[in-house]
């Protein structure tokens, strides 16, 4: 339409093909508290808060988070623990939940932390290049010189990590880089590379897996969830 007058819209529901993964996101409550506290999560904006008691375990923060995140309405997914770590399942399967925004803040709580996921470096460096962390938009690089120990990446990834101010902080243990949420900062999908360097590889765990799958035409038009209406506006 091009100028005043009425438009029609049309809109056909498609339900998910079989194929389809739905989108998760893991977080993993780490730590026992020493102080009182309090832990926010919103998730698409909507909040869920929970006090953290002076002496509460990792599994207690993240059971009594589960129960308010399943209060929450109108969320675009479901969630479910086991022991300490939460997962936030899509509702639509497919590549749509890729761009899924997550923000906490943590008041108090000493010693408990929230981790998306971890990083483990694995082999010796041929050759200088250069070690990627990517949270959503944003790029964290550490160098990697000839002959650099595995231990040694994970340590510079650790640096360059904690060094800047981004969406996550990080602890590192041998080889292993642990993420943690930054207080107000937005956390979406957690990806990691080695950069022109050849014989080490990087493996990321703990950070749920991708959604997958695209809707096509012949599904819209064998689908038996299909429907078809017209909207009418001024």
């Known amino acids: ?55 509460d375990s990792a599994t207690t923060i993240a059971t009594n988070l589960l129960t308010a995140l399943n209060e929450l309405l109108d969320v675009p997914c479901t969630f479910s623990r086991s022991g300490a770590i939460l997962t936030f399942t899509l509702r639509h399967a497919g590549v749509t939940g890729e761009d899924f925004p997550v923000m906490w803040h943590q008041d108090g709580g000493t010693g408990v932390t929230v981790s998306i996921g971890t990083l483990t470096y694995a082999t010796s460096a041929v050759g200088a290049g250069s070690a990627t962390v990517t949270v959503g938009s944003t790029v964290i690089t550490a160098s990697i010189a000839n ?41 979406r999908r957690l990806s990691a590379a080695i950069v022109t360097t050849t014989g080490t590889t990087v493996t990321i765990a703990a950070n749920g897996i991708l959604g997958l799958g695209n809707p096509t035409l012949t599904t819209a038009l064998t689908n038996p969830g299909m429907f078809l209406t017209e909207l009418s506006s001024m």
């Not at 389809?20 to 506290?37: I, K, L």
């Not at 120990?149 to 243990?173: C, D, K, L, Q």
């Open 1 to 55: 339409q091009n100028g005043p007058g009425i438009a029609d819209v049309y809109c056909c529901g498609i339900l998910p093909t079989a194929s389809n993964t739905a989108a998760t996101y893991t977080f993993t409550v780490a730590g026992t508290s020493t102080s009182t506290g309090l832990l926010n999560c919103w998730v698409c904006g909507y909040l869920a808060s929970v006090g953290i008691g002076a002496t």
């Open 147 to 187: 002959l650099d120990a595995s231990t040694v990446i994970a340590a510079s990834v650790n640096t360059a990590i904690n060094g800047g101010s981004y969406p996550v902080s990080s602890t590192v243990s041998g080889s292993v880089v642990t993420l943690n949420v930054a207080n107000d900062r937005v956390i």
